[in-house]
């Protein structure tokens, strides 16, 4: 049998890791890791690309510990659509009607402008359609590109090296990129006579997506984000990193 002066030292022991336990805070901070399939000079694994210290600077600001990792572009969109990951940056708005677990944050992070690039510059560019006489390479994944080359005669590769390999041997006559990673590729690995043409085949804003599971933070980003574009800091870091890739 418990003596009265156990009871005793029991119950204030009880007491004290009651009161402890009321006293511990409660707030647990959030901690994502969002996928990408972007390259440099947009994103690197230093972490020092322009979307990579923009996006570091706005998890900043929601106090949310973030995580990038690099994953070719259609196993990115699986994994953050299963929750395997958290979610996928920078993508074209509306995927959340082929990817129902994805929520995207409604507030744009950057805008693309995709282009094509060539080693014949009598090519004349004027929209998806004048495409079609052409063989075409892009990246697997990629859908606005995708979309907009259906029955066209296109060669899909996985990563930015294959594609323009595609064009440095002659297997495609045009190449569809992202214009200011299509800058730092044929400076860092020229392919030569190659050349971005005239007039980009279309601008898109791009966007950040989450997990469904993770709904209750898209306010708190989309916030995070429009105090970065108002207050210089999103432009500023754009500059910074864009001019350390492109400085000879």
């Not at 995207?104 to 992070?109: H, L």
């Amino acid at each position: 049998m418990i003596s009265h002066k156990h009871q005793r030292v029991l119950l204030i022991l009880g007491v004290t890791v009651f009161s402890l336990n009321c006293m511990s805070p409660t707030y647990a901070k959030d901690s994502l890791v969002l996928n990408t399939t972007i390259s440099p000079p947009l994103s690197n694994i230093e972490g020092t690309g322009i979307t990579d210290l923009q996006l570091y600077e706005v998890f900043r600001r929601t106090d949310i510990d973030l995580k990038i990792e690099h994953l070719p572009a259609e196993r990115a969109l699986k994994n953050a659509n299963e929750g395997i990951d958290d979610g996928t940056f920078l993508r074209v708005s509306r995927l959340s009607a082929s990817y129902p677990n994805l929520v995207e944050v409604p507030e744009s992070f950057m805008d693309f402008e995709f282009v094509a690039i060539s080693k014949n510059p009598k090519i004349d560019i004027n929209g998806w359609e004048s495409l079609v006489p052409y063989n075409i390479g892009l990246i697997t994944g990629w859908k606005i590109v995708e979309n907009n080359t259906r029955n066209m005669k296109v060669t899909k590769v996985s990563n930015v090296d294959q594609l323009f390999q595609l064009l440095r041997l002659d297997r495609a006559e045009i190449v569809i990129y992202e214009k200011i990673r299509a800058l730092s590729a044929l400076k860092n690995n020229p392919v030569v006579g190659a050349k971005i043409l005239e007039s980009p085949l279309v601008h898109k804003p791009m966007y950040l997506y989450l997990n469904i599971k993770h709904k209750k933070l898209i306010h708190k980003l989309v916030k995070a984000i429009r105090s970065s574009k108002s207050d210089g800091t999103h432009d500023r870091l754009q500059d910074q990193a864009l001019k350390a890739y492109l400085t000879p």
